[in-house]
């Protein structure tokens, strides 16, 4: 029975058995390592890294130790156009209280080419000149993959990382869901406050809301 | 309308009066005319992308009367709004009332909205297109008088691919008197029956750490001829892209959930509706609001498997997916779907024809005889037995190999086995073992031979035992014939439930284990046995080419996940693994022996291993952002050109052998790339694989006689710089740089 012929048989079906599983094992850790953990408050914040309007590589790993805020973009939609809107200049003024503080504020444009919002480098620096707006980076995510690792829905979609890397707020700009900037004196600012919680050292009261606004244009 | 009903009436009490004066009548019946050519109460606005307007039930109504109203939106094809829970993005219409209107209003009554798929399990919404009436219930003032008007506003977010928001003015009047119904009544009654009604049976919410499963039993739903049902939550408990599996059971339904997870508090209730479709397409809404419960019996067959995250669901499918398997409704259940009754008989018959095959027959035949000489000498009991204890064996052995199954399954946690074939190393894989097995059975290599030898071998033990153990042998052991048959029973039940999946292996068995079982219990049966013969190779050569065939197949869906090269790459791979197994089979006696079994392994390990590590490759990144990457034209050129860039074309085809060379050794080397990139030269792309009559007028043009050509414009000329045929990186570099 256990004969040379049988074992080489038998080494065969088991190479061919174990070929499959493996394969079939190896495939379902290949999509189980893309399943990067989802975004959650108090957690540590996912990395990436990105190109920014200026050419230069940029990652979340550069920022250790300084309070981030993300801001998922698209200049075209009217709700991103509400904060940046001349009459308000909401967003503008978060960003530069933000620098004044040394806060780290990354815009993310993750539409894809051909759709609404998408921008080559150059004309998102002009979009930042023409409306005083003040980043710290413009990050064109244009395969979509920073916004899916963050599950970014909307523009604007607000992220605010602490020092210390975790997650301390996602979700809408303010409380107010419209697109109209006259709403913006009347609602409560969520970055704003979870920013003001952070300095201070207290926790944040809000640390999430549902976002509103424009789905983002993958 | 109003003046001319009150022209009628007036009109009307004059006549009865007696006072018949022409010329009243006339002026009455004038005003009549014109009333009904006046615009009426109310008049579709138009807001941009939709007609806005505000209509009435009642043309009349007396002061503290209850109306409807409605808001009825007529969209532009292609645009919707949002319902009142909108989903991952999107607004819900709304009106603003001017000051003066100060009637009592109520909420919206929703309609039944559709799914808005929008970002394929990334962004789902709720929402109508084309049409949707809103209808509400307002109070009239109780000091009205004469006519009443409400004026304000309709704000509402309409999308297509893009977001506006827009505004559009309402008003709408109506006669304080005697209540009368208006032209509108009919259309927001109908509107409302598309609103949900309250469920009237029970829900049940279990909240488990893998997964929320809503159940819901009697009531208005019943089983029959139900094609889809959704959940659509009030608010964002759930992760609104996410599938819902559904299982169908006895005195019910349930459906998995998906908890949120952005940081909603989903402690709550989760209010909403259930939407079912018939298969006649009609859809019906019910109110539910499932308080937190174990199952409700009868509902859940099974607890289906987990949801992954894609599209399934009712209403407008207005995206294509890209060749996911959904778990949709009905796989996961047992009632319905791929029918039992279906499978098992094609799995009876496969285990009939493993008989057949030349490491089973041989077996059979010998036992036969020996059962022939068994019965000729009396021992017909001691045969059953052992025809018994066979079929155990053979039986079990499916069995087993069930239970591995399923155990692997389940250990590979929630993700559906069908799930492999969106992974191209797996079909890669799978495609090479197909393709080998199709050799084996050609004949190319022997791995069966012993096989029958080893049947002659166990033919011979003796006892009960032994004819068990033949009988797991035979399973086993015969395992490359059963291999095919064995993958494409799998391949059948891959996502059907344990229970399925287990009948089918122990039918299967019980096929192939049937003919013996049959001469056990009457031997004379034995005549009509196949002789063993040279047709049992015929027959295993001709099971060859189903396995190509499944092959090919596997190619054609490797084909859709990667792209040409990828497919190139697997099919030189089993060229490679079939010179391997042919210099295996042609090994010299002696002297370059070792070197030969040394190459022919490279072959077969290298067949198998270079196509999946291409499938692996990770996609190149660009190098920076500013680079200009294109598609050549000639118009671009100047464009680029006059903004003072140089630029570097590559004249290239999917069949020019050198044109893939040179990108291989050049053109997609990073230090290639990020000299064009830091040098503001463009790089242009002239795909030749097709017939294209302009990049053959620019090859005339540059006297080339085809692809591959290389053309460089230096920053600010005009003429290009023809490179040669084979490109080195430092020859590119150096034109580029100017060094």
Request: aromatic content about 8%.
């Amino acid at each position: 029975m256990l004969n040379r012929r049988n074992l080489s048989l038998a080494a065969g079906m088991a190479t061919a058995i174990a070929l499959t599983a493996g394969s079939l094992i190896a495939s379902t850790g290949t999509a189980a390592a893309d399943d990067v953990a989802a975004p959650a408050i108090g957690e540590t914040a996912p990395g990436f890294t990105g190109v920014d309007s200026n050419g230069e590589t940029v990652s979340l790993s550069d920022f250790d130790g300084k309070t981030v805020v993300l801001e998922w973009t698209n200049a075209d939609c009217p709700f991103v156009k509400k904060h940046y809107d001349e009459s308000v200049k909401n967003m503008q003024g978060l960003q530069t209280d933000a620098a004044a503080d040394d806060i780290v504020w990354i815009s993310v444009i993750s539409s894809a080419p051909g759709k609404q919002g998408h921008v080559d480098g150059a004309t998102a620096n002009e979009l930042t000149t023409s409306r005083g707006a003040a980043p710290t980076h413009v990050i064109l995510d244009e395969t979509g993959e920073i916004g899916r690792t963050y599950e970014a829905k909307t523009t604007p979609h607000m992220f605010v990382i602490k020092d210390d890397k975790s997650l301390a707020y996602m979700g809408a700009i303010d409380s107010k869901k419209s697109a109209n900037p006259a709403d913006i004196a009347t609602s409560t600012n969520y970055v704003t406050a979870a920013l003001d919680s952070i300095e201070a050292g207290t926790p944040v009261e809000t640390t999430s809301s549902k976002p509103y606004g424009c789905s983002v244009k993958y | 309308m109003a003046v001319a009903s009150a022209a009628a009436f007036v009109y009307e009490r004059v006549t009865v009066a007696g006072n018949k004066n022409i010329m009243t009548r006339f002026i009455f019946a004038l005003l009549a005319a014109i009333a009904c050519y006046l615009p009426a109460q109310s008049e579709p606005v138009d807001g941009g992308y939709a007609l806005v307007e505000l209509i009435s039930d009642h043309a009349s109504a007396e002061a503290g009367d209850t109306i409807s109203l409605a808001l009825k939106l007529k969209l532009d094809e292609g645009w919707h709004v949002y319902w009142r829970n909108p989903g991952d993005a999107g607004l819900p219409p709304q009106i603003n009332w001017d000051e003066e209107t100060r009637a009592e209003f109520s909420e919206f009554e929703w309609p039944i909205p559709e799914l808005l798929p929008v970002v394929p399990n990334q962004i789902m919404d709720y929402g109508y297109s084309d049409i949707v009436v809103l209808p509400f219930e307002a109070t009239l003032p109780a000091n009205a008088s004469g006519t009443y008007t409400f004026t304000g506003t309709a704000d509402y977010l309409i999308c297509e691919e893009i977001c506006i928001p827009e505004t559009a003015p309402i008003s709408l009047t109506v006669d304080i008197g005697p209540a009368s119904l208006g032209v509108n009544a009919r259309e927001i009654t109908e509107w409302r029956e598309k609103t949900p009604t309250v469920f009237e049976g029970v829900t049940a919410l279990d909240r488990s750490s893998d997964g929320w499963t809503l159940s819901f039993s009697g009531g208005q739903i019943t089983e029959a001829a139900i094609s889809s049902v959704r959940f659509f939550p009030n608010d964002h408990h759930i992760v609104h892209s996410a599938a819902q599996p559904i299982t169908h059971g006895t005195a019910g339904s349930c459906i998995a959930l998906t908890e949120a997870t952005d940081g909603f508090d989903t402690s709550s209730i989760p209010e909403g509706i259930i939407v079912v479709e018939t298969a006649d397409g009609t859809r019906a809404g019910y109110k539910i609001a499932p308080e937190n419960g174990d199952l409700l019996p009868g509902t859940c067959a099974e607890r289906p498997l987990m949801p992954a995250i894609e599209e399934a669901g009712i209403g407008s499918g207005n995206y294509s997916e890209g060749g996911s398997v959904t778990n949709d409704a009905s796989t996961g259940s047992t009632g319905g779907g791929f029918s039992l009754f279906a499978i098992l008989p094609f799995a009876f018959l496969g285990g009939l024809i493993l008989n057949l095959m030349p490491c089973v027959l041989p077996v059979l035949s010998i036992k036969a005889l020996g059962m022939t000489h068994a019965a000729a000498s009396g021992h017909t009991r001691e045969m059953k037995v052992h025809g018994l204890a066979y079929s155990a064996g053979v039986i079990l052995s499916f069995a087993a190999l069930a239970a591995a199954f399923l155990a692997v399954r389940g250990a590979l946690g929630n993700a559906s086995l069908g799930f492999q074939l969106q992974n191209a190393p797996t079909v890669i894989v799978l495609t090479l073992i197909v393709f080998l097995v199709g050799l084996w059975l050609l004949g190319m290599f022997e791995l069966g031979t012993s096989i029958q030898n080893t049947g002659s071998g166990l033919a011979a033990q003796q006892g009960t035992a032994g004819a068990f153990f033949t009988g797991v042998l035979a399973a086993v052991v015969g395992a490359p014939c059963v291999g095919p048959f064995l993958g494409a029973s799998l391949g059948a039940v891959i996502d059907q439930p344990s229970g399925t999946v287990m009948l089918t292996f122990v039918v299967l068995g019980l096929g192939m284990a049937l003919p013996f079982l049959l001469l056990s219990f009457a031997p004379g049966l034995q005549k009509l046995l196949p002789k063993p013969g040279p047709w049992m190779e015929t027959l295993k050569q001709f099971f060859a080419f189903p396995m190509f065939i499944t092959a090919a197949w596997l190619l054609s869906v490797l084909g859709a996940l990667t792209d040409y090269s990828v497919v190139g790459w697997t099919i030189a791979g089993a060229s490679a693994i079939a010179f391997g197994i042919w210099v295996w089979n042609n090994l010299p006696r002696a002297g370059l022996r070792p070197v030969m079994q040394g190459l022919g392994a490279i072959a077969l390990i290298g067949g198998l291993v270079a196509p999946i590590a291409q499938a692996m490759k990770p996609e190149p990144a660009p190098i920076t952002a500013n680079a200009i990457i294109g598609d050549w034209s000639p118009t671009y050129v100047d464009q680029l050109l006059d903004d003072g860039h140089g630029i570097f074309v590559d004249f290239t085809a999917v069949w020019c052998v050198t044109c893939q060379a040179n990108k291989a050794t050049t053109l997609n080397r990073d230090e290639v790339k990020r000299a064009f990139a830091e040098n503001n030269i463009a790089f242009l792309t002239a795909d030749f694989t097709k017939r294209d009559p302009v990049i053959a007028e620019e090859l005339a043009l540059r006297q080339r006689p085809g692809v591959p050509m290389y053309l460089y414009y230096p920053p600010g000329e005009r003429e290009p710089q023809i490179l040669p045929e084979v490109l080195t990186p430092g020859l590119v570099i150096g034109r580029v740089t100017g060094k």
